[in-house]
């Protein structure tokens, strides 16, 4: 007999919620289904679906613990946001400021 629904359990380091998708009730246990799309450095892509309300945040970069179940197509379950991780910001390079912002005191260099 074959076993289906085998799930192990991950950390997935530096992996970026790339999407956030709000889906209106009733539905998924709840008013609102939110389904989350994280990618890895590697291109993996994983998928959650919940009806509790998260405080993730889309483009931003977390360490995760979870239950991954891979005959899913990598479908997450019982998704734990690292007590030691700050969400922070994709790597992109930051906006220097314009010289006139600088000048009236509106922005910082």
């Known amino acids: 007999m074959d076993?289906?629904?085998v799930s192990e359990e991950l950390?997935?380091?530096?992996?970026?919620?790339?999407?956030?998708i709000s889906i209106p009730g009733p539905g998924y246990r709840g008013e609102i289904t939110t389904?989350?799309?994280?990618i890895d450095k590697d291109a993996?892509?994983?998928?959650?679906i919940t009806a509790s309300y998260q405080s993730f945040e889309e483009g931003k970069i977390y360490d995760i613990e979870?239950?991954?179940?891979?005959?899913?197509?990598?479908?997450?379950?019982y998704v734990?946001?690292?007590?030691?991780?700050?969400a922070v910001q994709s790597e992109q390079p930051a906006a220097k400021?314009?010289?006139?912002?600088?000048?009236l005191g509106l922005k910082d260099y």
């Open 44 to 48: 993996n892509t994983y998928y959650w």
């Open 11 to 20: 950390t997935l380091y530096d992996v970026e919620l790339r999407h956030k």
């Open 35 to 38: 389904v989350y799309i994280f």
């Open 66 to 77: 979870c239950k991954c179940n891979r005959s899913k197509s990598n479908r997450l379950t």
């Open 80 to 86: 734990k946001c690292l007590d030691s991780t700050v």
């Open 3 to 5: 076993v289906l629904n």
């Open 97 to 103: 400021p314009d010289a006139e912002d600088v000048l």
